[in-house]
């Protein structure tokens, strides 16, 4: 089964509510004849309703960059995923490097939001990626294998059937370092390897398995012609529509 695409845009605390709009309406504009591939963008929370209303009959999806794993309560300062439903918004994004080294997250924490985003039938696309400590110790898989397997406890198969994983090597974000080839190849075969071990092979096969990490117009072409690519997860160059259109456009 061919898997489609899917390339998203994570705009992380950048653009106020006007100009996330105006970026994304560029975007939807370049983007209008594009069918092969998904297109998600990742807003802030206040700019989510805003880009959504939009982006209504157009190729761009929304997405939410966090996400709290409780429906509602005393938990100031936070969102629920009926809140994110409620702006338009189809993924959320669970579980990146950001949230994990600045705002304390755990595999556990993590593991509660994936099930909440599943239950409230967004589609999770959950963050996993080791330091360059860690690569330098030879640690890098069994890193990876702590964050998949904690991070997706409890949860079978039927509850995972939209899951998206995001492999960004924590070394290679914003930083203009790029995994090689060969180290995403080795990453991502080992990901289904394991999706299969953990579920089935009908689900590893079918699981779309981004990378993530300083990607850019450069580098797009290769990265998605390994077969274990299915996308990508953009950072800075996704603010640019014009730029961003082009990792859209990737060669296949």
Same mark, same amino acid.
């Given at each position: #089964?061919?898997?489609?695409?899917?390339?998203?845009?994570? +705009?992380?605390?950048?653009?106020?509510?006007?100009?996330?709009?105006?970026t994304a309406e560029k975007l939807a504009r370049l983007s209008k004849d594009i069918n092969s591939v998904d297109i998600m963008i990742?807003?802030?929370?206040?700019?989510?309703?805003? /880009?959504?209303?939009?982006?209504?009959?157009?190729?761009?999806?929304?997405?939410?960059?966090? #996400? &709290? &794993?409780?429906?509602?309560?005393a938990y100031t300062g936070e969102v629920s995923a009926d809140m994110i439903k409620d702006a338009k918004a189809e993924y959320v994004i669970i579980g990146h490097s950001e949230?994990?080294?600045f705002f304390g997250e755990t595999d556990d924490a993590i593991a509660k939001k994936i099930k909440a985003a599943t239950q409230a039938a967004l589609i999770p696309v959950m963050c996993i990626g080791e330091s360059e400590k860690d690569r330098d110790?030879?640690?890098?898989?069994? /890193?990876?294998?702590?964050q998949v397997k904690n991070g997706l406890k409890d949860l079978d198969s039927e509850d995972?059937?939209?899951?998206?994983?995001?492999?960004?090597?924590? +070394?290679?974000?914003?930083?203009?370092?790029?995994?090689?080839?060969?180290? /995403?190849?080795? /990453? &991502?075969?080992?990901?289904?390897?394991? #999706?299969?071990?953990?579920?089935?092979?009908?689900?590893a096969e079918n699981i779309r398995i981004l990378y993530g990490g300083s990607v850019k117009p450069e580098n797009v072409n290769e990265l998605m012609a390994l077969e274990d690519v299915d996308g990508a997860l953009v950072g800075g160059a996704s603010l640019d529509p014009e730029k961003f259109i082009k990792i859209i456009g990737f060669e296949s």
């Open positions: #089964m061919k898997r489609t695409p899917l390339i998203a845009g994570n +705009w992380k605390m950048y653009k106020t509510g006007s100009k996330a709009v105006k990742a807003p802030t929370y206040l700019s989510l309703p805003l /880009v959504a209303e939009k982006l209504i009959g157009t190729n761009v999806k929304i997405g939410a960059q966090n #996400m &709290h &794993h409780e429906k509602q309560g949230r994990r080294q110790e030879n640690n890098t898989f069994s /890193v990876l294998d702590k995972l059937s939209t899951l998206v994983l995001a492999y960004e090597p924590i +070394w290679a974000i914003g930083t203009g370092k790029t995994a090689s080839v060969d180290q /995403v190849n080795e /990453v &991502h075969k080992y990901l289904r390897s394991l #999706m299969a071990q953990l579920f089935s092979d009908d689900f």
